[in-house]
């Protein structure tokens, strides 16, 4: 399975960007997806997470402005975020993960919040 985010950008705070991460097949009935973020000299954030059966989690920090959806027919998890801060401003990571302890990464999409 390949994962491949798209959507990064450079943007002004109170910006939005919508993050895409697109499989190689179908995997949204067999695995729970999620969005990562790591920050230069910080350690990998769990940001969004989207389970098999739709349920949804944020991290605290982000909760009222980001949003995490899916659509199946066309392999394609989403991040929707609005109200941008500079604390965003990171690494942002597509993962897929089973039950059973099969987990794909993506190779990640920068984006940057700054005046």
């Known amino acids: 399975i390949q994962l491949v985010e798209s959507g990064g950008a450079s943007v002004q705070p109170g910006g939005s960007l919508r993050l895409s991460c697109v499989a190689s097949?179908?995997?949204?009935?067999?695995?729970?997806m999620a969005w990562y973020r790591q920050a230069p000299g910080k350690q990998r954030e769990l940001v969004a997470t989207?389970?098999?059966?739709?349920?949804?989690d944020y991290v605290d920090s982000v909760k009222g402005r980001f949003s995490i959806s899916r659509e199946g027919a066309k392999n394609t998890l989403y991040l929707q975020m609005d109200n941008l801060k500079p604390e965003d401003t990171a690494v942002y990571y597509c993962?897929?993960?089973?039950?059973?302890?099969?987990?794909?990464w993506g190779q990640g999409t920068q984006v940057t919040v700054s005046s």
């Open positions: 993962n897929a993960k089973t039950l059973a302890g099969w987990e794909y």
């Open positions: 097949q179908s995997i949204f009935a067999f695995y729970d």
């Open positions: 989207m389970a098999v059966g739709g349920g949804r």
